[in-house]
């Protein structure tokens, strides 16, 4: 019978024998008192009715039910799912890990022939062996069995193949013991199943197999129930089996639920009405904005909404009421918004917390940041600050091998308050569990990896709507992530919102395809009634109807287009070009790049002289400082600002916010009168700033155009009289005559030499007439550019062209085969209907550092901490606030020593991870025990590996030499 009445469990007598001594967790792993295997699993389950309750999302819930035969069955079968993922602890393996609990268990009657280490059965693998010969002595079908028993084998993360799990030789003796197990195991079964409410094993039995998506999801949800029921603060171990039952454990589940703080998203959201645009916003929604709302609600099937609109256009309000019109539609309970870098995730927090204040005040603060410079976000710092434990006090997840494992290097993980969101959530793996989430496109695609883990992302964005920014941004190698994880998205029916302003034809074909792909749970999915969009900004939908591929398409005009009056036009984009030395030797290249920084400086004093703001692109940092320099001494300190990546994260952050204030669309009237902005690719895409000018090195048209996009961005802005005409100053290049421009080997090395040719065309096309219409042509411009035709250059160009156009192919299929291994599912398996086998060929690990180099096809750069040596001992902050003799760092602190994080260069990161270690004063603390200290002398200067750095308050870390072929430093002019 159900233990319905909360009652204590009734056990036979002989099982009770049995089950009172197998052990789940020893006395010093749970709160001094050993806990009966018995009691976990019940815990589990206790945990996964709240889980059900009070985080699943409907459309979760009414995939299992359908999966489990009705409405209603869906939430016992995933509470046995739960229940039963430690069922491998009841064997001699496990059991034999602590000498006293063995002792007992011997002592009962369970013995065995032969000592066996854990990690020759380790309890998940042996689990999912006892659950094959379990089920299917109960009845149930091979289908049901081959999908129901990797959830327990994997659920430390790692998905066996079943041959890993075969019985042969001595496998079989380590693992069954003696006949007395098997009597065990059965009544472990039995018991928890009874407590669940069902009659028999055999009555469990689901009624439909559900999609590999959803079983990955379930996975995850398995290891989330597990590592909260695992928790000893709030589990504190039980040892007498008679005091067990479902009420003490759904007492202890509720207990833990509160004091974590846990909770979803917003529930079931109710469809909003005709209005919602303007109630959220407070204003009426723009042409193309109607047109996304109009695509959301046409939608018949969760599926794929792909919006191309022109930089400023408004794309992220759009997408955020099409986020609540697909959520309210299909069942979502949250949000994740996928931006392409750190930089850009912070505004966009800033900009989901405000949306989210609109539906409900309470969802504000459960908005997730995750970067890994998120805590240098004030209002992200503030929020977690209400919510967190002293410092050092971190959440205990369970490895394979049934032990505590401390792996939260991020946040405290037990405890909050009212109103903040649960740092229970911010623990390694768990941050996409979060109800709503904003981060970098990498925690996607994360999610597209074969990592440990991977089953918790997976949970974290099923049930969610995906939002996904900048799409464009990923090139050959990251798509192949990209495309991956919309396969395991498409299958799990996830909508997907993404946004782009200049997504290529080609682009666009290959997500669509790979989203289709996964729902329809196939390797290639028929395209066939495949209409592209004639128009811009347009909306492409795509879903499947459980048949076939089906597709929406609608285009609206530019809200710019649309404001303006029938004998109206937009002005042109005017373009020109700066040519400048980009061939020679080092010395003559030297002296070129300062004239070229000279040059840039008169042209910004001449445009400038009335005043105005000027952002300038380039393509490098090096660039970027060597430029900076040069305005430094031409312009007043407070009219010239850098911004780059090898700031300190402190500087970055600061000087970020400082770009935003003064040039972004709040600046309204009190922007600077004379100011240039001099930056990286970091301006150039989810960069809400307005420039009068622009002067950027040529990068592939797409990129260009989102820098462009940054030129006369908002309207109202009152400009000086010489730049009320948008102009764009080109440099990074030098026209030829009679041949192919010369191009700057640093943007050769970043984007290709292909694409930058046929941009060089249009550009000094451009030039030469009458500029670009933006945002017109910008899908043409994209499509012209990344074609197969060869109209697009010069004749003279055209033998230069074919041969980057074949190392650009090449180079292509080489970084494809790069990424396949690294993908989640391999070559030929898309097919597969469950879970087995999925880590068989391995599994990436070792941070998420590693994996953002593994996703963005790099090295994984070293992020350093600055500190200064003091003369007689001791080190500094480079503010210089005293450390002590080792190192340590007071609480009060310790945002300033973090802040002093600087990521190096590639080639000075090979170094640094053999040269740099953390000061003797970190080990052991949670934030810094793992943070190499780049420690600097009395004059800001390093040397690493042959590089001579100094960090320069203004500059950033520079790079003053580096090591020629010999390895000797080298200094540089």
Same mark, same amino acid.
């Given at each position: 019978?159900?233990?319905?009445?909360? %009652?204590?469990?009734?056990?036979?007598?002989?099982?009770?024998?049995?089950?009172?001594?197998?052990?789940?967790?020893?006395?010093?792993?749970?709160?001094?008192?050993?806990?009966?295997?018995?009691?976990?699993?019940?815990?589990?389950?206790?945990?996964?009715?709240?889980?059900?309750?009070?985080?699943?999302?409907?459309?979760?819930?009414?995939?299992?039910?359908?999966?489990?035969?009705?409405?209603?069955?869906?939430?016992?079968?995933?509470?046995?799912?739960?229940?039963?993922?430690?069922?491998?602890?009841?064997?001699?393996?496990?059991?034999?890990?602590?000498?006293?609990?063995?002792?007992?268990?011997?002592?009962?009657?369970?013995?065995?022939?032969?000592?066996?280490?854990?990690?020759?059965?380790?309890?998940?693998?042996?689990?999912?062996?006892?659950?094959?010969?379990?089920?299917?002595?109960?009845?149930?079908?091979?289908?049901?069995?081959?999908?129901?028993?990797?959830?327990?084998?994997?659920?430390?993360?790692?998905?066996?193949?079943?041959?890993?799990?075969?019985?042969?030789?001595?496998?079989?003796?380590?693992?069954?013991?003696?006949?007395?197990?098997?009597?065990?195991?059965?009544?472990?079964?039995?018991?928890?199943?009874?407590?669940?409410?069902?009659?028999?094993?055999?009555?469990?039995?689901?009624?439909?197999?559900?999609?590999?998506?959803?079983?990955?999801?379930?996975?995850?949800?398995?290891?989330?129930?597990?590592?909260?029921?695992?928790?000893?603060?709030?589990?504190?171990?039980?040892?007498?089996?008679?005091?067990?039952?479902?009420?003490?454990?759904?007492?202890?589940?509720?207990?833990?639920?509160?004091?974590? %703080?846990?909770?979803?998203?917003?529930?079931?959201?109710?469809?909003?009405?005709?209005?919602?645009?303007?109630?959220?916003?407070?204003?009426?929604?723009?042409?193309?904005?109607?047109?996304?709302?109009?695509?959301?609600?046409?939608?018949?099937?969760?599926?794929?909404?792909?919006?191309?609109?022109?930089?400023?256009?408004?794309?992220?309000?759009?997408?955020?009421?099409?986020?609540?019109?697909?959520?309210?539609?299909?069942?979502?309970?949250?949000?994740?918004?996928?931006?392409?870098?750190?930089?850009?995730?912070?505004?966009?927090?800033?900009?989901?917390?405000?949306?989210?204040?609109?539906?409900?005040?309470?969802?504000?603060?459960?908005?997730?940041?995750?970067?890994?410079?998120?805590?240098?976000?004030?209002?992200?710092?503030?929020?977690?600050?209400?919510?967190?434990?002293?410092?050092?006090?971190?959440?205990?997840?369970?490895?394979?091998?049934?032990?505590?494992?401390?792996?939260?290097?991020?946040?405290?993980?037990?405890?909050?308050?009212?109103?903040?969101?649960?740092?229970?959530?911010?623990?390694?793996?768990?941050?996409?569990?979060?109800?709503?989430?904003?981060?970098?496109?990498?925690?996607?695609?994360?999610?597209?990896?074969?990592?440990?883990?991977?089953?918790?992302?997976?949970?974290?964005?099923?049930?969610?709507?995906?939002?996904?920014?900048?799409?464009?941004?990923?090139?050959?190698?990251?798509?192949?992530?990209?495309?991956?994880?919309?396969?395991?998205?498409?299958?799990?029916?996830?909508?997907?919102?993404?946004?782009?302003?200049?997504?290529?034809?080609?682009?666009?074909?290959?997500?669509?395809?790979?989203?289709?792909?996964?729902?329809?749970?196939?390797?290639?999915?028929?395209?066939?009634?495949?209409?592209?969009?004639?128009?811009?900004?347009?909306?492409?939908?795509?879903?499947?109807?459980?048949?076939?591929?089906?597709?929406?398409?609608?285009?609206?005009?530019?809200?710019?287009?649309?404001?303006?009056?029938?004998?109206?036009?937009?002005?042109?984009?005017?373009?020109?070009?700066?040519?400048?030395?980009?061939?020679?030797?080092?010395?003559?290249?030297?002296?070129?790049?300062?004239?070229?920084?000279?040059?840039?400086?008169?042209?910004l004093a001449e445009r400038l002289a009335e005043g105005g703001c000027a952002l300038v692109i380039r393509n490098t940092i090096a660039r970027a400082q060597s430029l900076a320099e040069v305005l430094y001494e031409r312009f007043a300190r407070d009219e010239v600002d850098l911004l780059h990546g090898r700031l300190t994260v402190r500087a970055r952050a600061d000087r970020t916010r400082a770009a935003l204030n003064a040039l972004g669309a709040s600046a309204g009237r009190v922007r600077p009168a004379r100011w240039v902005l001099v930056a990286t690719?970091?301006?150039?895409?989810?960069?809400?700033?307005?420039?009068?000018?622009?002067?950027?090195?040529?990068?592939?048209?797409?990129?260009?155009?989102?820098?462009?996009?940054?030129?006369?961005?908002?309207?109202?802005?009152?400009?000086?009289?010489?730049?009320?005409?948008?102009?764009?100053?080109?440099?990074?290049?030098?026209?030829?005559?009679?041949?192919?421009?010369?191009?700057?080997?640093?943007?050769?090395?970043?984007?290709?030499?292909?694409?930058?040719?046929?941009?060089a065309a249009l550009v000094l096309d451009a030039a030469a007439h009458d500029g670009w219409r933006v945002p017109a042509q910008v899908p043409e411009l994209v499509g012209r550019v990344y074609s197969e035709t060869h109209d697009v250059v010069p004749a003279a160009w055209r033998s230069a062209e074919d041969e980057a156009r074949l190392r650009w192919a090449d180079k292509g299929r080489e970084r494809i085969e790069d990424a396949e291994q690294y993908l989640l599912t391999r070559t030929g398996e898309h097919g597969n209907t469950t879970l087995e086998?999925?880590?068989?060929?391995?599994?990436?690990?070792?941070?998420?550092?590693?994996?953002?180099?593994?996703?963005?096809?790099?090295?994984?750069?070293?992020?350093?901490?600055?500190?200064?040596?003091?003369?007689?001992?001791?080190?500094?902050?480079?503010?210089?606030?005293?450390?002590?003799?080792?190192?340590?760092?007071?609480?009060?602190?310790?945002?300033?020593?973090?802040? %002093?994080?600087?990521?190096?260069?590639?080639?000075?990161?090979?170094?640094?991870?053999?040269?740099?270690?953390?000061?003797?004063?970190?080990?052991?603390?949670?934030?810094?025990?793992?943070?190499?200290?780049?420690?600097?002398?009395?004059?800001?200067?390093?040397?690493?590996?042959?590089?001579?750095?100094?960090?320069?308050?203004?500059?950033?870390?520079?790079?003053?030499?580096?090591?020629?072929?010999?390895?000797?430093?080298?200094?540089?002019?």
């Open positions: 019978m159900p233990d319905e009445s909360g %009652g204590l469990l009734a056990i036979r007598g002989d099982h009770a024998a049995l089950l009172g001594v197998l052990w789940g967790k020893s006395a010093g792993k749970a709160g001094g008192r050993v806990n009966l295997l018995l009691s976990h699993l019940l815990d589990t389950a206790a945990v996964a009715e709240l889980i059900w309750d009070r985080f699943l999302a409907p459309s979760t819930r009414r995939t299992l039910d359908e999966s489990a035969g009705g409405e209603t069955r869906g939430k016992r079968l995933f509470c046995w799912l739960c229940a039963v993922h430690d069922v491998g602890k009841a064997t001699p393996p496990f059991q034999q890990m602590d000498r006293a609990g063995s002792l007992a268990v011997r002592a009962a009657g369970l013995g065995w022939r032969k000592e066996a280490g854990p990690r020759q059965w380790r309890h998940d693998r042996a689990g999912g062996r006892v659950l094959i010969d379990r089920l299917r002595a109960s009845g149930w079908r091979d289908e049901h069995v081959d999908w129901v028993w990797p959830l327990v084998a994997g659920h430390h993360g790692l998905f066996p193949s079943a041959g890993s799990l075969a019985l042969r030789g001595s496998k079989r003796t380590l693992l069954n013991g003696d006949a007395q197990w098997e009597v065990a195991q059965r009544a472990l079964l039995e018991v928890v199943t009874a407590a669940l409410g069902y009659g028999s094993v055999d009555e469990v039995e689901p009624l439909r197999v559900p999609s590999r998506a959803t079983q990955l999801q379930v996975s995850g949800l398995i290891v989330m129930a597990d590592w909260i029921a695992s928790d000893e603060r709030h589990f504190v171990g039980i040892d007498d089996v008679a005091s067990l039952g479902m009420k003490v454990s759904r007492e202890r589940a509720a207990r833990a639920w509160e004091e974590l %703080g846990l909770r979803g998203g917003w529930g079931r959201l109710p469809p909003p009405g005709e209005d919602v645009f303007r109630e959220r916003f407070d204003e009426q929604p723009r042409p193309s904005q109607a047109m996304v709302l109009r695509a959301a609600r046409a939608m018949p099937e969760p599926g794929l909404l792909i919006v191309e609109a022109p930089m400023g256009e408004g794309k992220t309000k759009a997408a955020f009421i099409a986020a609540e019109v697909l959520a309210a539609r299909f069942g979502a309970d949250g949000v994740f918004m996928g931006m392409p870098t750190q930089a850009t995730c912070d505004p966009m927090f800033d900009r989901m917390r405000d949306w989210l204040r609109g539906i409900d005040p309470e969802l504000v603060s459960q908005v997730a940041l995750l970067h890994g410079k998120s805590r240098f976000n004030p209002e992200w710092k503030a929020q977690i600050d209400a919510g967190a434990e002293p410092r050092g006090r971190r959440f205990a997840s369970v490895d394979e091998f049934g032990l505590d494992c401390c792996d939260d290097p991020y946040l405290d993980g037990g405890g909050t308050v009212a109103q903040a969101l649960a740092g229970w959530f911010l623990g390694r793996h768990r941050g996409l569990l979060a109800p709503f989430v904003v981060g970098t496109i990498d925690q996607l695609l994360f999610a597209a990896t074969r990592t440990k883990h991977v089953m918790l992302r997976m949970a974290g964005l099923a049930g969610k709507v995906v939002v996904l920014d900048e799409v464009h941004a990923a090139d050959v190698y990251m798509s192949q992530f990209l495309q991956e994880a919309l396969r395991w998205l498409g299958q799990a029916r996830v909508p997907v919102v993404m946004l782009s302003a200049t997504l290529a034809p080609a682009q666009r074909h290959a997500l669509v395809g790979a989203y289709l792909a996964g729902a329809a749970s196939r390797t290639e999915c028929d395209l066939s009634g495949w209409v592209e969009p004639r128009g811009y900004p347009c909306a492409t939908s795509a879903w499947w109807d459980g048949e076939r591929a089906r597709f929406g398409v609608d285009a609206a005009p530019a809200w710019r287009e649309a404001a303006l009056r029938a004998d109206e036009s937009l002005p042109a984009v005017r373009l020109e070009v700066l040519p400048e030395t980009v061939i020679g030797n080092d010395d003559a290249l030297e002296d070129a790049r300062r004239r070229a920084d000279e040059e840039v400086a008169d042209l690719q970091l301006a150039e895409q989810s960069f809400d700033v307005d420039a009068d000018l622009l002067i950027t090195d040529l990068a592939p048209v797409d990129l260009l155009l989102q820098r462009i996009g940054r030129l006369h961005r908002h309207a109202g802005t009152a400009r000086p009289r010489g730049l009320r005409e948008p102009r764009v100053v080109m440099t990074g290049f030098a026209p030829a005559d009679g041949g192919p421009p010369d191009l700057l080997g640093a943007s050769e090395g970043i984007y290709g030499r292909w694409p930058l040719l046929r941009t086998g999925l880590h068989f060929a391995g599994a990436l690990d070792g941070g998420e550092r590693r994996l953002r180099a593994v996703v963005r096809d790099g090295r994984p750069g070293v992020e350093a901490v600055l500190v200064v040596r003091e003369p007689g001992g001791g080190y500094r902050t480079p503010a210089g606030r005293a450390l002590s003799v080792n190192g340590d760092v007071a609480e009060a602190l310790l945002d300033e020593v973090l802040g %002093g994080t600087v990521r190096l260069s590639a080639g000075q990161s090979r170094a640094a991870q053999e040269e740099l270690e953390p000061l003797p004063g970190w080990r052991g603390d949670p934030w810094l025990q793992y943070s190499p200290a780049l420690v600097l002398d009395a004059e800001g200067r390093a040397e690493v590996g042959g590089y001579i750095l100094r960090y320069d308050a203004v500059l950033g870390l520079v790079e003053e030499s580096s090591p020629d072929f010999a390895g000797r430093p080298e200094r540089r002019r």
